[in-house]
């Protein structure tokens, strides 16, 4: 049986990384552990959505995941539950329709991106007092622009291919279609 070689720190850190992160090692406090968030009303924006099943049941849901975007809690994040069950259908509908889903195969699909929201959250106990975050409701207030993306493609000036025809002034035949609105649907 081989012995596994451990890497040492200078495997992994290059030139003066090995000072500078030492000297950042000694004057950093650690980090407390996350609790829950208090309860209260927060502005927060939903970052995910995604299809699962719970680990202890397999019940089938789509879980919101929400950031904080202003206050206290900045940048901290917690998750809400829509439980797809024909005994929590009402309120799966009622939450997932405020986010324009109107048929389940939407669900497939990822969220527009920049929904802000307006949530009540609340702290819960467990039997065994771990603390915990529900969220009460939530109603959409508005939609971010996405910020820029210093990567991104110079949209100035139209490709050479999506640019008019020059002879006849019509669009380029053989342009692929624009991606349809993943959001919603048809509307």
Avoid at 31 to 50: H, T
Avoid at 153 to 174: F, L
Wanted: hydrophobic fraction near 35%; charge should be negative.
């Amino acid at each position: 049986m081989n012995p596994v070689t451990r890497k040492s720190l200078s495997d992994i850190l290059h030139d003066g990384e090995r000072r500078s992160l030492s000297d950042a090692w000694g004057s950093t406090e650690a980090a407390e552990d996350f609790a829950a968030l208090p309860s209260g009303e927060y502005v927060a924006r939903i970052v995910a959505g995604e299809l699962f099943t719970s680990r202890s049941k397999g019940t089938p849901g789509y879980k919101l995941a929400f950031r904080v975007i202003e206050g206290d809690h900045d940048g901290r994040q917690f998750w809400h539950d829509v439980w797809l069950t024909p005994a929590a259908l009402p309120m799966a509908k009622r939450d997932l329709g405020k986010l324009g889903v109107t048929e389940l195969e939407q669900l497939e699909r990822p969220l527009p991106p920049g929904i802000r929201c307006k949530v009540k959250l609340a702290l819960r106990k467990d039997d065994d007092g771990t603390e915990y975050n529900r969220v009460r409701n939530f109603e959409i207030v508005g939609i971010d622009m996405p910020e820029d993306d210093a990567f991104a493609p110079d949209t100035a000036e139209p490709a050479p291919e999506q640019a008019e025809d020059a002879e006849t002034g019509s669009p380029d035949a053989d342009a692929p279609e624009p991606p349809q609105d993943v959001a919603g649907g048809e509307g």
